[in-house]
């Protein structure tokens, strides 16, 4: 009898040398998806990441995570929309993730213990804001994390806007406010408090001007008639952020849009174009593999969880959707054990004995595998 080479293991010992990888059409993608919280949340948050991290009580580590995109997680964990909770794929099974209240606790755990950011290696560029609402205020934090000086002229008496007059004491206590207010000026925002700028030429030897006046009535010499998704005017060098730039009116919204026009400053002031937006994929709660999950209520109630050992209880319910949390499913299940962990959260597949059956696929839990045709 002829035997097929590779086909048929011809002789007795190892089978390592048959490389079986030929047999198949189609190979396993391992890719981080999007989230349907991360794609609803104004600010961009990368709360998968977050919530594992709390979810191992590594909470340093998910502050830092949070503080990288949000300057006011003690505000926004009161005051968000929770457009995030709306989104969550949880809601399928049972409840979605008090994903503000948990974003409260670690806002608060940072201040409670000290945490701070640092700015950015300084660039020697400064950035003119004018309005010291939270999208100017954000905006102004991420130019110092990118390194840039940046003096914020807000003409009352404090800066704030919405997040300072709009907010009542019950739903955003003054003392958290302004504890997340002194941070920006530790890592260098330089604020004067009841300045209005009344003409461009004021603004003058800055390398950017951002404009964030909110509803209130711009310098002379200087208008917005449009701004594109990067808050670009189509003047040189001029910016415009919140309301101003035709975001709707909300903290949530207002810090991600100062967040996004920093970026722009940011490559304007380098000579570059900003990175394109990503257009993302959210995972459907269709995607979910349900029956691995078992079914459990909000920790906490309806007012979420308060301690450590109830954030983490919640933040241990997450689906983690779109990216890999470590599970060790596909690992566990290949049947040729072609799969190999290489770290916390980081597998890889033995592309010579891969035969392409999809297993690893079918039973993630969380849509982070898929597999595709050969040679695509």
Same mark, same amino acid.
């Given at each position: 009898?002829?035997?097929?080479?590779?086909?048929?293991? &011809?002789?007795?010992?190892?089978?390592?040398?048959?490389?079986?990888?030929?047999?198949?059409?189609?190979?396993?993608?391992?890719? =981080?998806?999007?989230?349907?919280?991360?794609?609803?949340?104004?600010?961009?948050?990368?709360?998968?990441?977050?919530?594992?991290?709390?979810?191992?009580?590594?909470?340093?580590?998910? $502050?830092?995570?949070?503080?990288?995109?949000?300057?006011?997680?003690?505000?926004?964990?009161?005051?968000?929309?929770?457009?995030?909770?709306?989104?969550?794929?949880?809601?399928?099974? &049972?409840?979605?993730?008090?994903? +503000?209240?948990?974003?409260?606790?670690?806002?608060?755990?940072? +201040?409670?213990?000290? $945490?701070?950011?640092?700015?950015? =290696?300084?660039?020697?560029?400064?950035?003119?804001?004018?309005?010291?609402?939270?999208?100017?205020?954000?905006?102004?934090?991420?130019?110092?994390?990118?390194?840039?000086?940046?003096?914020?002229?807000?003409?009352?008496?404090?800066?704030?806007?919405?997040?300072?007059?709009?907010?009542?004491?019950?739903?955003?206590?003054?003392?958290?406010?302004?504890?997340?207010?002194?941070?920006?000026?530790?890592?260098?925002?330089?604020?004067?408090?009841?300045?209005?700028?009344?003409?461009?030429?004021?603004?003058?030897?800055?390398?950017?001007?951002?404009?964030?006046?909110?509803?209130?009535?711009?310098?002379?010499?200087?208008?917005?008639?449009?701004?594109?998704?990067?808050?670009?005017?189509?003047?040189?060098?001029?910016?415009?952020?919140? %309301?101003?730039?035709?975001?709707?009116?909300?903290?949530?919204?207002?810090?991600?849009?100062?967040?996004?026009?920093?970026?722009?400053? &940011?490559?304007?002031?380098?000579?570059?174009?900003?990175?394109?937006?990503?257009?993302?994929?959210?995972?459907?709660?269709?995607?979910?593999?349900? &029956?691995?999950?078992?079914?459990?209520?909000?920790?906490?109630?309806?007012?979420?969880?308060?301690?450590?050992?109830?954030? +983490?209880? %919640?933040?241990?319910?997450?689906?983690?959707?779109?990216?890999?949390?470590?599970?060790?499913?596909? $690992?566990?299940?290949?049947?040729?054990?072609?799969?190999?962990?290489?770290?916390?959260?980081?597998?890889?597949?033995?592309?010579?004995?891969?035969?392409?059956?999809?297993?690893?696929?079918?039973?993630?839990?969380?849509?982070?595998?898929?597999?595709?045709?050969?040679?695509?």
């Amino acid at each position: 009898m002829r035997l097929l080479p590779g086909l048929v293991i &011809d002789r007795p010992g190892s089978s390592a040398e048959y490389l079986t990888s030929g047999w198949r059409y189609l190979r396993p993608v391992r890719e =981080k998806r999007t989230a349907p919280c991360a794609r609803s949340c104004p600010i961009g948050n990368d709360l998968p990441g977050i919530l594992y991290l709390v979810g191992r009580g590594r909470m340093e580590e998910a $502050w830092r995570l949070l503080k990288a995109t949000n300057p006011f997680p003690s505000v926004c964990g009161r005051v968000c929309y929770r457009f995030c909770e709306s989104a969550c794929n949880r809601g399928e099974l &049972d409840e979605p993730l008090a994903i +503000r209240a948990v974003e409260r606790f670690l806002g608060d755990l940072g +201040r409670e213990r000290g $945490w701070r950011v640092e700015a950015g =290696k300084p660039t020697g560029r400064e950035v003119a804001v004018v309005g010291g609402g939270p999208a100017g205020l954000s905006c102004a934090y991420h130019l110092r994390l990118l390194g840039h000086g940046v003096r914020v002229f807000e003409a009352r008496e404090r800066e704030g806007g919405l997040m300072a007059w709009g907010m009542p004491e019950e739903h955003l206590p003054r003392a958290v406010l302004e504890e997340e207010l002194a941070s920006l000026r530790e890592m260098g925002v330089e604020v004067e408090r009841g300045r209005r700028v009344e003409g461009r030429r004021e603004l003058e030897g800055y390398g950017a001007v951002v404009l964030a006046t909110g509803r209130e009535p711009l310098p002379e010499g200087l208008r917005v008639e449009r701004a594109d998704e990067w808050g670009r005017t189509g003047g040189e060098g001029v910016f415009a952020a919140g %309301e101003l730039a035709g975001e709707r009116r909300g903290v949530a919204r207002a810090v991600g849009s100062g967040r996004r026009v920093a970026l722009a400053v &940011d490559a304007f002031l380098r000579g570059r174009e900003p990175e394109p937006l990503p257009a993302p994929s959210p995972v459907g709660p269709e995607e979910i593999k349900l &029956d691995y999950f078992t079914p459990s209520p909000r920790v906490g109630g309806p007012s979420g969880p308060g301690s450590e050992e109830e954030v +983490r209880a %919640e933040a241990g319910r997450c689906f983690s959707c779109g990216s890999c949390n470590g599970c060790d499913n596909c $690992w566990i299940l290949c049947p040729e054990a072609c799969i190999r962990k290489e770290g916390e959260r980081e597998y890889r597949t033995d592309e010579d004995y891969c035969k392409g059956c999809g297993i690893c696929a079918a039973e993630c839990p969380r849509a982070v595998i898929r597999m595709v045709e050969e040679g695509t």
